[in-house]
């Protein structure tokens, strides 16, 4: 189990680094070693109460990593929906005028056109 545990330790360092320095590419190449790790941990989890000194120290760690990990995940989603709200909140301009199929003239309005890549 311990052994177990330091991987998921080792796997939330490197997510949590990754997300402190903006490698979102990293993160997702991180996301199903660390959901395979943590179902594997979860498993066999169940011996928490009878931990010895050294695995309790395991235990704590990986709640300070997981709280950690919680607060920067939120942190980048609140900055893409606040990113996501002032683009959408963004004026547009007036440009040149166009006459369409029936002759009528149409204002053409010229806005952002935004493509969010959480692929990167």
């Not at 760690?61 to 929906?81: E, T």
Request: net charge negative.
């Amino acid at each position: 189990m311990e052994d177990d545990l330091n991987t998921l330790i080792a796997i939330l360092e490197s997510e949590n680094q990754a997300l402190e320095e903006d490698r979102l590419a990293d993160v997702k190449v991180l996301l199903p070693q660390k959901e395979a790790s943590a179902a594997l941990v979860a498993r066999t989890g169940t011996l928490m109460q009878s931990a010895d000194a050294s695995l309790q120290r395991s235990l704590d760690q990986l709640d300070d990593l997981a709280s950690r990990n919680a607060l920067l995940l939120k942190k980048k989603i609140d900055i893409q929906k606040n990113l996501i709200r002032l683009l959408a909140d963004a004026s547009f301009t007036e440009g040149p005028a166009l006459y369409g199929r029936n002759g009528n003239r149409t204002e053409v309005k010229f806005g952002i056109s935004l493509i969010l890549n959480l692929e990167q």
